[in-house]
């Protein structure tokens, strides 16, 4: 037989307390000394020790940020196209014939953005890449070569 039970808060409407006896108990945080650090201040000596005992009372513990995460190091198709002489001098850049080999990784960048203009043809390696960075490329007779294949496959779909 099936019996269906009115609920706590219901069946005590009219009773000040809702079956918690005294007003004082069950108020919020003063029923248990406070939330969070309170108590440790200049006069909770007595609750000092165990706090050093207890290694993890401060601070946060416990989630972690999931997923890879990326910190873009970016450079710009023009600045690479005015220094080009200067990388060539370092030896940071490949030329050879009419176009430049260029690892993004040795320039000290992992992303490539497409503001400014280029003539030239640039073979540029790199791990990350604007989709007008990579146009603009490919347009002046160049290529973007990309690290991780899973990073390929990502800006695939982000550009379609």
């Not at 946060?60 to 940020?65: I, T």
């Not at 390696?125 to 990502?154: H, P, W």
Request: hydrophobic residues 30%.
């Amino acid at each position: 037989m099936i019996t269906n039970r009115t609920k706590k808060c219901r069946k005590l409407r009219g009773s000040k307390t809702h079956g918690w006896g005294a007003m004082k108990k069950h108020r919020g945080a003063g029923s248990r000394g406070g939330r969070g650090m309170a108590g440790t201040g200049k006069r909770g000596d007595a609750k000092k020790p165990s706090i050093w005992k207890d290694r993890k009372y401060f601070g946060r513990h416990g989630f972690k940020m999931h997923g890879v995460k990326i910190k873009a190091l970016p450079v710009n198709i023009g600045i690479i196209d005015q220094n080009i002489d200067k990388y060539i001098s370092q030896k940071l850049i490949e030329k050879s014939g009419e176009s430049y080999s260029i690892d993004l990784a040795k320039l000290g960048f992992n992303k490539l953005l497409g503001s400014g203009k280029t003539e030239k043809k640039l073979n540029i390696k790199c791990r990350l890449a604007s989709k007008k960075a990579v146009e603009k490329i490919e347009k002046a007779g160049g290529s973007v070569l990309f690290e991780d294949k899973n990073l390929i496959e990502q800006q695939k779909t982000k550009q379609s």
